[in-house]
C-alpha cells in the first residue's frame, strides 16, 4: 500500500497552482496537525453571495521585494494557538498542492510566518494517506536553482515595504505587547521591541536621539506604539515626548498619557467636556474629613489613591467610621486620595469600552468575585461580552477625545442616575477583551497607525 504513496523530505518545494504560487519551499511536518501559509494584508471579502479572503504572500524566505496577491474560497476561521504559545484567529482555505506528478487538494491556515523557516507548513492531516516521510532526506522531488527562481517570480510584483513601527514597553512577554508585535507582523510592517528601560536620550536642538542599550541610534523609526506601566510613567513619557521631537508618530502622545496618570486631573477635564462621573471630593487637610464624607453622599463610599491603578488603592468603606479611619491613616502618610460615592446598584459590574481613533472596537462587561466590589480583571474579575448602549458609547468616545487619546480603554459604570465614566486607561490591556470578544484589537491599533500614514 506504501508503494501509492508519495515519499517526502522533511523540506520539499511545491506550488499552488489556483493561488498562483510558482514554487514554495515547505517545512514537512508530521508533528504540526495543520498546515500554514505565509500571508499578510490578510482580508476577508464577499463575491457572489460567498465568502472569501484575500491575502498577499512573500513567497521567498527572507525576500520582502517579491509579492503575490492571492484570493481563495474562505473555509472556516478557527482559533489556533501558535508557537509563541497564545491563541491566534486564522483564516481557512482550500486549495490544490502541486508537487509536481502528486496533486491533491488540502486545507491551510493563513498567518505571518516571517519568524519562522518556511513560508509553508505541511501538516499531517494533509499528508494522512498519501505521504511517507523521511526525515533524514531533504529535496526528494527536486530542488530548483536560484536561475529558476529568478525565471520564475521575474514579473512578480514588487512588495511595498511596511512601517518601522517601535513598541516602547517593559515586558516582551506580557500578552498586550506580544499580541501587538504579531498584528503588526502579520500586516506586514517591521515591528521592534524597544525597553523602556534600556533606553536613553540625547537632548539637542538640532538633531535629538534615542540611543539603545549598547550604544544603537534608533533612528527611521515611523511609528511608536507607547505601553507605558504606571510605575515609569515619568521616564516613558520623556521618551514618548522625544520621539516626538525626531517626528515620529506616537500612537498616545507623552502629554496624553502623562493628563491620564493624574486622576484628579484628568476626572477635572472630563468634567469640563461634559462627561458625568460619580460625586468625588479631594480635600489636602484630615480636618476637613467629615465634610468631605457629607459631599459624596455619605457612607459607603469609596476611597482611591490617586497613585493607584488596576484596583490597587482603593478601598471601600462601608460606615461613617470606617471611612474616617481610611481616609484619616492615608492623610497621615500623606498620600493624595478621591473621596468617591459608592453605586451600589452597579453590583460590582463595569464596563470597559475599547476606544481607538475615536471608535469603540469593543466592549466587555466586567464583573468582581463574589465579596468584592472590584472588577479589574488582574484581581480576579470575569469578562463577558455586552451590548452596550449608544450613550455608553458615546461617553467612551468623549471621555478618550476629552483626553486627547487615540486608544484608550475607559471605564463606565451603569447608575440609577444614568452611565458615569469612572476612569480613561492610556495603556489598556488586551487579553481580557481580546479573549472575550475574540476581536482582533492589536490589529486595530496596527490599522489606527496606518491610517495616519494612508497606508494600505
Known sequence: MSTNKVILGSEEWCSFPELGIPLIKARVDSGAKTSALHAVNIAPFVRDGESWVKFDINPIQNNLKTIIHCEALLVDKRIVKSSSGFREQRYVIRTTLDFGEHKWSIEMTLTNRDSMGFR?????????????????????????????LKELYHNSERAKTGLKIGLLASNPELYSNKRIIEAGEQRGH?????????CYMKLDATKPEIHYRGGKILSDFDAVIPRIRPSITF???????????MKV?????????TQSRDKLY?????????????TTGFANSPLDTDDLIKMVGGSPLIVKLLEGTQGKGVVLAETKKAAESVINAFKSLNANIL???????????????????????????REALPGEFRANIH?????????????????????????????????????????LLLEVNSSPGLEGIEGATNKDIAGEMIKAIEKNFKWK
Open 120 to 148: 509553508m507548513l505541511l501538516g499531517r492531516e494533509a499528508m494522512s494517506g498519501r505521504v511517507l516521510v523521511d526525515p533524514e532526506q531533504k529535496y526528494l522531488l527536486g530542488q530548483p536553482s536560484s536561475e529558476k
Open 190 to 198: 517591521e515591528m521592534h521591541f524597544l525597553n523602556i528601560k534600556e
Open 235 to 245: 521616564y516613558g513619557c520623556a521618551l514618548t515626548r522625544q520621539f516626538e521631537a
Open 249 to 257: 508618530f506616537c500612537l498616545n502622545s507623552a502629554s496624553a498619557i
Open 266 to 278: 484628568s476626572l477635572q477635564l472630563l468634567l469640563n467636556h461634559g462627561v458625568d462621573i460619580p
Open 339 to 365: 473621596v468617591q460615592e459608592f453605586i451600589k446598584e452597579a453590583n460590582g459590574k463595569d464596563i470597559r469600552c475599547f476606544v481607538i481613533d475615536g471608535k469603540v472596537v469593543a466592549a466587555i462587561q
Open 379 to 419: 484581581l480576579g474579575g470575569t469578562a463577558s461580552i455586552i451590548k452596550v448602549t449608544s450613550e455608553e458609547k458615546r461617553i467612551a468616545i468623549k471621555a478618550a477625545k476629552a483626553m486627547n487619546l487615540k486608544v484608550a480603554g475607559v471605564d463606565i459604570i451603569r447608575s440609577s442616575k444614568g452611565p
